[in-house]
């Protein structure tokens, strides 16, 4: 149940740490922690000043990217992401098919 982590820019120790947490949201949505890839690299929008990364997360066939200005961050819009698509896809299965709704027609 390993997350891989990859990239050019190295993760925070704290953010190593917490990995077994992510895992667990990850196997709550119904992902495989260990079919994900998180990979960290500077950004290109960052100006110098605060650094900026990006975190692009690829899970089973989906991909997106993340800015974040440290790992603490990333985690946290990484958890509400992962939360907010468990939640969407629970209502989605909870909602009856069209078989469902129309034989609960038919009877009535």
Known sequence: MSITLQGTTTFEPE???QLSQLGRALLDAGFDPSSVVIVKQRSRASDGAEPL???IVQ???TQFTIAASDDALFLDRLLARIHDDAHANAALAQRPGLLARVTRWITQ
């Open 15 to 17: 953010f190593v740490g």
């Open 59 to 61: 899970a089973e066939s």
């Open 53 to 55: 990364f990006d975190y």
